[in-house]
């Protein structure tokens, strides 16, 4: 009788698990290449605390591509440890960098819409999954639950994507 364990570590898994990942890591990827050129905008900010969230954003658009390529890399290799390791770091520094400046400066909505649940899926959610898929990644067990873990913010943020565009054909603008 197959255990969960020996499941999770047959090949066809693992492939399969590196190739949901490496689409996850493309999409970040993409993401990441083309937000880049924001950090050459001029700003004219006048208070402190928002120069340091536009410096902290700075320096997460400078990183991701760096992480995220590496996450590509690894599920390119079959490497899935490494890759969920990847993008759980991905997750955690958009937290650390992103998240915690926009907590600070904004606040966070607790609200049934649409940008509430987003302000809490990104904010509260998405760090305890990148922390738990990291730790069972760093122990190599149950790779397919860390795989999902990790890529939980980017599904969250592409179903929106595609209810707008949904919302958009079917009833336009």
């Not at 809490?120 to 397919?144: C, D, E, H, S």
Request: overall charge positive.
């Amino acid at each position: 009788m197959a255990t969960a364990a020996t499941m999770d570590g047959s090949p066809i898994r693992r492939r399969g698990l590196c190739i949901f990942l490496a689409i996850i890591a493309t999409i970040e990827l993409v993401d990441a290449l083309t937000s880049i050129q924001t950090i050459f905008a001029e700003r004219q900010t006048a208070t402190g605390p928002l120069r340091l969230a536009e410096t902290l954003n700075n320096i997460r658009l400078a990183i991701t591509p760096l992480i995220v390529a590496a996450a590509v890399v690894f599920a390119a290799m079959g490497n899935a440890r490494r890759t969920i390791l990847a993008l759980a770091v991905f997750n955690l520094m958009t937290w650390f960098l992103d998240g915690i400046p926009t907590i600070v400066l904004h606040g966070i909505s607790l609200s049934l819409d649409y940008g509430g649940l987003e302000d809490v899926f990104l904010y509260v959610i998405t760090p305890i999954a990148a922390l738990a898929a990291g730790a069972l990644a760093l122990k190599n067990r149950r790779l397919a639950l860390a795989g999902l873990l990790v890529s939980l913010s980017t599904l969250f943020r592409w179903v929106g994507v595609v209810i707008f565009i949904f919302a958009v054909v079917n009833y336009g603008f």
